[in-house]
């Protein structure tokens, strides 16, 4: 029987590039999403597309947030665009960005929706980035000014906090493979070292966060290879999570090569040269540094099976799939939440999950996307499976609320339970939201029948 706790928490995320468009309104300065999209003819992205206006949620927040009231959403994690706020990232501090997420807070409020606050989701401001970015170390002093600043302004307003949003991403693909802004192609030595800052600007922000707010909870949002047993043995459960925390070939998209350093100051010992060399320059000093978060974010998609050796099963002929060609592997969210709770012993929330289906207007003025209900029923009954098994999950929060702007694939993957047409900016709730809302009403008990497809 899926069953989730009393006071599980139920709700959506966004992210500030991808919905809030007013690239350059009010003061706010450049990030390296701005650039990226605009650079080489805006070959870089899907289309040509950029967050020049997206969703426009920078004007449009009290309609979304009214949407988000009617379909029962009671949790709305959004990011902070450091360059609204501080246009060069450590210089001045424009007010009227701040004022833009003060209004934003308090009609979240007023709705009885929890503000939940990201503080970096890679929309780093441009002047850091022409002073070497992830790769300074300087930055860490950045971050921790703009965290504190943050703190200060939502003290007794925002109770969650989240530092990073997947630094697997940031650094692998902004600054390893370069398909990501700003677009580097930088060796493995240096990938680490964005990783490494990244760990030291997390520790150094929740230490500011706490110092100004010290009840408030702090955590950060992860990534990366996870793998599940295609037979649920004893064996199969360790070969799984061995697998999954194998850093000796794809080592910078895993979970632990951000939360090991922070969390355990060391890496795995099947760290490849790459890390060992980088490790054996890292100073004592700098691992004393390190805070461990009062919560770890999962953003999970997909998985890899593995046999009970822990090689990789192929997916058979026909495995279903998303409209970005993702594997629907609903098992991952049963075993990934476990494997995390195992190796670090702290509570979680899933920040991030959903898909991208091919959605559309229908004839009926609606939008029925049958294929997201039945990927979030499947993933909803497992994760209650790793809930039952004693893993400490504290909620869950749909990726995304609305369509917005998927990064390099631009508007061309829609992720939204709200429905967005890019040339008229009308939102219309799709067939997932309202049964999302059920879900969330029913505590999950909803999940306990067979959708009815088309009827919702």
């Known amino acids: 029987m899926v069953q989730f706790p009393r006071d599980f928490l139920w709700g959506a995320a966004c992210a500030s590039f991808q919905c809030e468009g007013a690239w350059d309104a009010d003061g706010k300065g450049p990030s390296i999403w701005d650039d990226f999209c605009h650079e080489s003819g805006g070959k870089n992205i899907k289309h040509g597309d950029n967050g020049d206006v997206a969703c426009d949620t920078y004007h449009r927040y009290r309609e979304d947030i009214a949407l988000m009231k009617a379909h029962g959403i009671r949790a709305y994690r959004f990011s902070i665009s450091w360059p609204r706020v501080i246009p060069d ?57 703009y965290a504190r600043l ?52 997390h520790s150094a922000a929740q230490r500011a966060i706490k110092a100004v707010a010290p009840d408030v909870r702090v955590g950060v949002v ?59 320059e890292i100073p004592e000093s700098d691992c004393l540094l390190m805070e461990t978060p009062d919560f770890l974010g999962m953003n999970i998609y997909n998985g890899q099976p593995v046999d009970e050796s822990g090689r990789p099963v192929p997916f058979p002929a026909g495995n279903p799939s998303t409209a970005l060609k993702w594997p629907v592997t609903p098992e991952v969210m049963h075993y990934a939440p476990m494997h995390l709770h195992r190796r670090y012993g702290l509570p979680m929330i899933i920040t991030e999950n959903g898909l991208s289906c091919n959605d559309k207007v229908f004839l009926d003025g609606k939008v029925h996307d049958p294929d997201r209900i039945d990927f979030l029923h499947r993933y909803l009954t497992n994760l209650s499976m790793a809930i039952a098994e004693g893993t400490p999950v504290m909620g869950y929060l749909h990726w995304s609320f609305l369509d917005n702007f998927e990064w390099a694939d631009g508007y061309s993957e829609r ?21 999302y809302a059920q879900v969330i009403a029913s505590n999950g008990d909803v999940l306990n029948e067979v959708p009815k497809y088309g009827c919702v």
């Not at 997947?166 to 693909?173: H, K, T």
């Open 89 to 145: 990232g450590d210089g001045a501090i424009n007010e009227a960005g701040l004022q833009y997420y003060d209004n934003l807070v308090d009609a979240l409020i007023e709705s009885g929706i929890e503000p939940m606050i990201t503080l970096y989701h890679w929309d780093l401001p441009s002047a850091l980035q022409h002073k070497g970015g992830w790769l300074n170390r300087d930055i860490v002093t950045a971050f921790e000014r």
């Open 150 to 201: 943050i703190a200060e302004r939502f003290a007794g307003r925002v109770r969650c906090f989240m530092t990073l949003n997947e630094p697997q991403c940031a650094a692998s693909l902004g600054y390893g493979i370069g398909i990501h802004a700003p677009g580097w192609k930088l060796s493995g030595e240096c990938v680490a070292r964005v990783y490494h800052h990244m760990a030291l600007a």
């Open 222 to 280: 992860c990534c990366g290879r996870m793998a599940y047993p295609l037979v649920d043995t004893p064996e199969g459960r360790e070969a799984a999570y061995r697998a999954s925390f194998d850093l000796s070939e794809e080592w910078a998209f895993s979970y632990n090569v951000f939360l090991d350093s922070l969390i355990w100051r060391r890496y795995d010992d099947s760290a490849n040269a790459v890390l060992r060399r980088f490790a054996a």
């Open 415 to 435: 992720f939204g339970l709200i429905h967005v047409d890019y040339e008229t900016l009308q939102r219309t709730p799709k067939d997932s939201a309202r049964w």
